[in-house]
């Protein structure tokens, strides 16, 4: 179980890296040989190419799940500290080795695979949920979620990291969730 | 020079729809395949592959700025008129035919070119310059733009569009650059 684990881990993490610098056009062959694993014994736990690149998928929406629990602060009981989790981890470095035009590209390629779309609706209803038991009004959450978003594509747009923009953003962003009721001056 | 003009149009347009679904490892041949072009003809407009895709990059740049003029109210004298136009520009269905994945991944593919960073850079100063001409609070234009960005995403990461959830964001942003002054409770 552990080595299945392992392998399944590498092999992941290779195509990860290979679709976001080529694509989903990748073929098995170069997956294999960049997991280090051989090309049946990746076939042994993936199905197929489209099977490995929605298994990816589904492990980049719990990678993304983990590290926004991981940045909720445990001493914070008030409504929206799932939020506030949110915006810390997505302004946070990302700890893995790919650049953010490369954590675009992933997500674009693989917007196209089969079952992305519905794994991504299910997806989104399951933080609208969270956010719904968050107890932030939904305003508020609205504009969080799309500028912590926005944020993250800031590099990709500006040809550098902004780094004060980027604190300021959140700063701005983290009060905003301390807020109640709608934001003042919206309809 | 109207020859020259249609030609170059008919090669940026077809290199932007071969790098949005092949990335920037599409070749020259087929670029001039697809619009319809001699391979030679395709090298005296543009003298290298990195050269059309940085003139691509530049057009992109001047496409978004031309959309965003146009969508400014001629009527509205008002701080935040850019902002106001930047956001319905952003959220107006786009008139082109690749789908808002296909455009993210052209901006990340083409993030990569040599010479696309100093652009992007000079490009946010422009920008910037152009915002503080606005009238508006800094913090606004902050969140606004930031989150006019991140909506552009969501239908990538949603796995379909929310037209009401769309709906919802343009008018918050909208209200959000009516406001004078700094965001009531931040910092």
């Known amino acids: 179980m552990r080595d299945t684990a392992r392998t399944r881990r590498l092999v992941l993490d290779a195509a990860a890296r ?17 997991a280090g694993v ?12 489209d099977q490995l690149f929605l298994e990816l998928a589904e492990d980049l929406v719990e990678q993304f799940h983990r590290s926004v629990e991981a940045a909720v602060d445990p ?3 008030a409504a929206g500290r799932l939020i506030r989790g949110y915006v810390n981890a997505t302004f946070s470095a990302t700890t893995d080795d790919l650049t953010s035009s ?10 196209g ?7 991504m609706r299910e997806d989104t209803r399951r933080w609208a949920e969270a956010f719904d038991a968050d107890g932030l009004h939904p305003d508020r959450v609205l504009l969080i979620t799309q500028a912590a978003d926005g944020a993250s594509l800031a590099a990709l747009y500006e040809g550098e990291p902004n780094p004060e ?3 300021r953003t959140r700063e ?7 807020g109640e009721g709608p934001l003042q001056g919206t309809p």
Do not use: N
């Open 75 to 77: 001493r914070d009981h």
């Open 113 to 119: 695979v089969p079952g992305v779309d519905a794994l």
């Open 102 to 111: 490369e954590h675009i590209t992933l997500a674009a390629a693989l917007s």
């Open 165 to 167: 923009k980027l604190r």
């Open 18 to 34: 290979l679709v976001a610098r080529q694509g989903t056009g990748v073929s098995i062959d170069l997956i294999a040989r960049e």
């Open 172 to 178: 701005l962003l983290l009060a905003l969730s301390h």
């Open 38 to 49: 051989s090309k049946s014994g990746l076939l042994h736990h993936f199905r197929s190419r």
